[in-house]
């Protein structure tokens, strides 16, 4: 039997690594637009109280790794080995592919750990994997897997942190424990440009709600994390939710991040700092489910993802 090797690409966001790498992050992440001093100081101080840096790379470093050895566990016709680059810090991505094409590999699954497709954020990291190609002049087989947030087992992990958060609450709360899901705001005008990510979270939103048995009364979807700019976010506003959640007199709140798959800045402090304080100052207790990390069914999930991603590339959305 002949061994098909395939590079997987695992692909995330980035961030700072240190208090110092804050303002060069936010100028890579703006663009190369100056960021105002104001904004970076109170970015650094964000930084400051989840530790002085951002976990994300170790946490998808490890999900990577973990990855890798799931996918190479299962034998087959299949040699995998996974690479991680970075949208906007180090390493990027295409740094990421520079060792892909160093090492040898023509065929690379490409893969970001956001399981929702928008132009804005899964676009983007399909543009930097060309724009890499492009630069370093190579001819790999590269296809990508642009969203997953439905698969099953991604469903059943979320499900899973669910169940485990509302064990956290006294035993005669949890039937009245109230879940808001939640994932990154993005500028509405995508919405109106018929960009699917709106679709796709209310979908895992819904499914999970489901898989956990939490009546459609008891949760409902809210965006977090909006930009800084003038433009009209997606909606509505955590903040806001968790606000009127207490005047309609609930005193329990659950988070579930579904846009999210690992601890950063947006779960560690906009939602463990930021939200809770907010619910606090409003008499709610907030508890929200653990990042998904490298959580065995997680990785399951990925493992799955990726090899029918391989049998079927059309169905997954793949782009040679």
């Not at 709600?209 to 979807?221: C, N, S, T, V």
């Not at 809770?276 to 990042?291: D, F, K, M, P």
Request: net charge negative; with cysteine.
């Amino acid at each position: 039997m002949t061994t098909r090797e395939i590079a997987v690409l695992v692909m995330a966001y980035g961030g700072p690594l240190s208090l110092d790498d804050v303002e060069p992050y936010l100028l890579d992440v703006r663009g190369g637009r100056h960021t105002p001093k104001e904004l970076v100081e109170e970015v650094r101080h964000r930084y400051a109280l989840i530790g002085g840096r951002s976990p994300l790379l170790d946490i998808t470093t490890a999900q990577a790794r973990a990855l890798e050895e799931r996918l190479n566990a299962e034998g087959g016709p299949y040699r995998f080995r996974a690479y991680v680059g970075m949208r906007h810090w180090h390493p990027y991505i295409r740094e990421a592919v520079a060792r892909i094409v160093a090492d040898g590999w023509r065929e690379v699954v490409a893969i970001a750990m956001a399981p929702h497709y928008s132009r804005m954020s899964i676009g983007a990291y399909i543009r930097a994997v060309e724009e890499a190609l492009a630069e370093l002049g190579a001819q790999l087989g590269v296809t990508y897997v642009r969203h997953w947030g439905n698969h099953p087992l991604f469903v059943q992990a979320v499900a899973e942190k669910v169940r485990a958060a509302l064990a956290r609450f006294p035993e005669g709360a949890r039937e009245h424990v109230f879940l808001l899901f939640t994932a990154h705001s993005l500028p509405a005008a995508i919405v109106e440009q018929g960009d699917p990510y709106e679709a796709q979270l209310l979908e895992s939103a819904r499914l999970v709600a489901e898989a956990a048995h939490i009546p459609p009364e008891r949760w409902r979807f809210c965006y977090q994390s909006a930009g800084a700019s003038n433009a009209k976010w997606l909606g509505p506003d955590i903040g806001d939710v968790i606000e009127e959640l207490a005047g309609a007199g609930h005193t329990n709140v659950l988070v579930v991040p579904v846009g999210f798959v690992a601890d950063h800045v947006e779960i560690l402090y906009d939602i463990d700092i930021e939200a809770r304080q907010v619910a606090e100052a409003h008499g709610i207790r907030l508890e929200r489910t653990e990042s998904l990390n490298t959580s065995p069914l997680f990785i399951e999930a990925l493992a799955d993802i990726v090899r029918s991603h391989l049998e079927t590339p059309s169905h997954a959305g793949a782009r040679a």
